[in-house]
Structures are given as C-alpha cells and as structure tokens.
C-alpha cells in the first residue's frame, strides 16, 4: 500500500538554522530515499519551495479565485513529502520517524486510496 507523508516543521526558525545544518538534513534525507529505494519502498520525494511561492485556487459557483500565499495561517508549513510503498500503517510510520524533518516539526502519515483508471507514472 502506498502512504505519503507530509513533512511539516516552521519554515522561519528552519531558515534560522545553519547552512551546514540545512545540507545535511537535506543530504540525510536524499540517504534515506536512496536506502527506501534499496528496499522497493521508494516511489518519490521532494522538499516544497518556499510557502510564500504558494498559490490557492478555490472555485465557488464555477469562478476561479487565486490567493497568493498559504492556505491557512499556522506555526508549521508543509515542507515536502515523501510518497513510499508499505505493508501496513505501522511500517509507514516507522518510515516517518527516519525523516529528518520529524526532529524538528512533524510527518503526517495517510494511506493513498488506489484509483484504478489513472495514467502509469
């Protein structure tokens, strides 16, 4: 089964840490996709550019109407994801738990619902 986890943390004191220590959160993290990889539980993973590049689309009574910025004002932002292959919820969260931006903010963990009629990746 297939689950992906959002990785949130607070976008402001992430960018308070040290370059070294960004690098190496990000290189922590390229690690552990290339081990999911080695496993077959890699499917794709990214960090998210910067909330302020955000934009919402919301359509109400068949009108488009763009907000720049966050959906929603909160401490943490969502900062990537990692989509993974798992035998069962429990796997998944063990999963979570390795990423780095666990430390400092938190992952989300949901089960994708398989849609059956959707292009091959």
């Known amino acids: 089964m297939k689950y992906l986890l959002l990785v949130h943390h607070n976008e402001a004191a992430f960018g ?4 070294a220590t960004r690098k190496g ?5 390229v690690q552990l996709t290339h081990t999911l990889h080695t496993d077959g539980q890699y499917v794709h993973a990214s960090p998210l550019q910067s909330v302020a590049t955000a934009t919402v689309v919301r359509v109400r009574d068949g009108k488009s109407f763009v907000t720049d910025g966050p959906f929603v004002e909160t401490h943490e932002q969502l900062a990537g994801y990692f989509l993974v292959e ?6 998944a969260i063990g999963i979570a738990a390795r990423i780095p931006g666990a430390r400092i903010g938190a992952v989300e963990v949901r089960p994708v619902t398989e849609i059956t009629g959707l292009p091959a990746v």
């Open 25 to 29: 959160m990000l290189a922590e993290s």
């Open 16 to 19: 308070q840490f040290s370059e």
């Open 86 to 91: 798992a035998k069962d919820k429990d796997e």
